[in-house]
């Protein structure tokens, strides 16, 4: 591996991103350039502690790669920034940020054979019936729900239909949660956000279900511990058997666990009895809403990826009491 060119990670202040940053420094890496927009909010925090060579706003950024290309200077770009509200409405925003953006980068590493890695993301499956598999053949019939699955999707199918998953890694994250995510505000995971109310209130508030098929609390989601999910991004660049391959894959556990489950597990990491209340679906959510997500994990495990992923209830206790609780 040539160390003497950086790591550009984009979304680096974001959730995944830091995590990202931070497990690279853990391997001894801080040949990092750091890409986000921090605004007025508390992200910043995120890079408090990490060692990064720089740090440069997603806009001034791209103006520097537009005008002058990355010139061979990185090693790869782990694309990760991304407005992933799954309530925004403005169109026009999304396809700029999400699609756009990727567009124009994706464009500037691929001369280099600079290794390009993305997130897509689990919202692109929609309702789920059109299923969970990764295999690029699939991307055609997928219909996401919301306009953050749709702009995620248009790049997917961009890469696809202009043959460049041959040499790009798209990874469809499905429901990440763990520390650092407390800047995403009401796109928080339920962990981040159960464990403020139980703190609060002494109970959790639930989706109750509007689908006869599923009980209220019983809609199920593919839980993916943040630290499983950044070990998955980094094996297709620094393993020797996923630098060598490329593709869309998902990042998953292949399980779907259900929101009681999850609530429960959150109860028995701070020690508190259960106490579950269930509420109406919002009208925003309507018919947007996915009742069950489940990763098909084959292929990322064909490609040679082999950890063990952390159970859920160990990873909520981990993240309640390494984390929220201190």
């Known amino acids: 591996m040539n160390t003497s060119k950086k790591i550009i990670v984009t979304g680096g202040a974001g959730f995944i991103g830091c995590n990202l940053v931070r497990r690279l420094n853990e391997l001894g890496r801080d040949d990092i350039l750091v890409v986000d927009e921090l605004g007025e909010g508390e992200k910043w925090k995120n890079l408090s502690g990490l060692k990064f060579r720089d740090y440069r706003e997603k806009d001034d950024f791209l103006r520097d790669v537009v005008e002058y290309g990355l010139r061979g200077e990185a090693e790869a770009v782990f694309h990760l920034g991304a407005c992933s509200s799954t309530t925004e409405k403005d169109l026009s925003y999304l396809i700029g940020n999400n699609y756009e953006y990727s567009k124009i980068l994706a464009r500037a590493c691929l001369p280099g054979r600079i290794r390009f890695i993305y997130a897509s993301s689990a919202a692109t ?24 699955g749709f702009s995620k999707h248009l790049f997917d199918l961009w890469a696809w239909r202009e043959g460049l998953l041959d040499r790009l890694v798209g990874l469809k994250y499905f429901n990440v949660y763990g520390p650092r995510e407390e800047h995403k505000g009401p796109m928080r995971s339920m962990v981040c956000k159960g464990f403020e109310q139980i703190r609060q209130t002494g109970k959790i508030r639930l989706f109750a279900s509007d689908c006869p098929e599923y009980g209220d609390g019983e809609q199920e989601r593919d839980f993916v511990f943040v630290g499983d999910a950044v070990d998955m991004t980094l094996f297709f660049l620094l393993d020797p058997a996923g630098a060598g391959v490329s593709g869309i894959f998902n990042v998953g556990t292949g399980e779907a666990a259900t929101w009681n489950r999850l609530a429960r597990a959150l109860f028995a990491a701070m020690k508190l009895p259960e106490k579950i209340e269930y509420f109406p679906m919002p009208p925003l959510l309507a018919g947007k809403y996915q009742y069950h997500t489940r990763a098909e994990t084959g292929k990322i495990r064909r490609a040679g990826y082999q950890k063990p992923l952390t159970p859920l209830e160990a990873a909520v206790a981990e993240s309640v009491r390494g984390y929220l609780e201190p």
């Open 125 to 148: 499956y929609g309702d789920g019936s059109r299923g969970y598999t990764d295999a690029e053949e699939n991307l055609d019939r997928l219909r996401p729900l919301n306009g953050y």
